[in-house]
């Protein structure tokens, strides 16, 4: 008989200083901690800053911290662009999350002031001017400028037959339009 005693292995496991331990996790939460304190603004817009909720101010387009995890929140609204909403028609690419498809069809059919249908397809452009205003003093504001546009558009071809609505009215249409627009904005 083979009389060899058997081989044990002695594995420690290795032991980390508590420090170490220590020290990477507040390493880790620092990283935390400024990742979530940075942000940038893009170019063509301005951002709102909100300190639990509450306006606190708009900074311009750059670099900015915040106070970290929560406390500040920031809304980035494009100041600087021209933002359009399409009405009665889709463009190919161009994906507004306030129409959906099958609105277009039911918003472009108007009855002109003659009551016959029309086909009315129109774009309206805006820019934001107050981004304050625009996140807080109205509830859905791109919504509210389509409800506002349509209703604009609707009263201002039922007074015209339907020959000026497709001929010779339309930049009469237009000014009209615009006019009423304001005048219950």
Same mark, same amino acid.
């Given at each position: 008989m083979n009389s060899q005693s058997p081989v044990v292995y002695n594995f420690h496991l290795p032991r980390f200083p508590a420090r170490l331990i220590a020290g990477v996790v507040i390493i880790i939460l620092l990283v935390i901690l400024i990742w979530t304190a940075c942000y940038t603004v893009q170019a063509e817009s301005e951002? *709102? /800053? =909100?300190r639990f909720g509450k306006f606190l101010k708009t900074v311009e387009p750059g670099l900015h911290f915040k106070l970290p995890l929560g406390i500040d929140e920031v809304t980035v609204v494009p100041t600087r662009r021209q933002l359009k909403l399409e009405f009665g028609f889709t463009t190919p690419g161009y994906t507004n999350p306030d129409q959906p498809p099958k609105e277009a069809e039911e918003e472009r059919?108007? /009855?002109?002031?003659d009551l016959n249908a029309a086909l009315v397809e129109w774009v309206v452009q805006y820019r934001i001017d107050d981004p304050k205003?625009? =996140?807080?003093? *109205?509830?859905n504001p791109a919504q509210t400028l389509r409800d506002l546009s349509e209703a604009a558009m609707r009263e201002v071809i039922g007074d015209r037959t339907v020959d000026e609505v497709i001929t010779i009215g339309r930049q009469d249409i237009e000014v009209s339009a615009l006019a009423r627009m304001q005048e219950l904005s």
């Open positions: 951002g *709102v /800053v =909100l059919s108007m /009855v002109t002031g205003q625009y =996140l807080f003093d *109205v509830r």
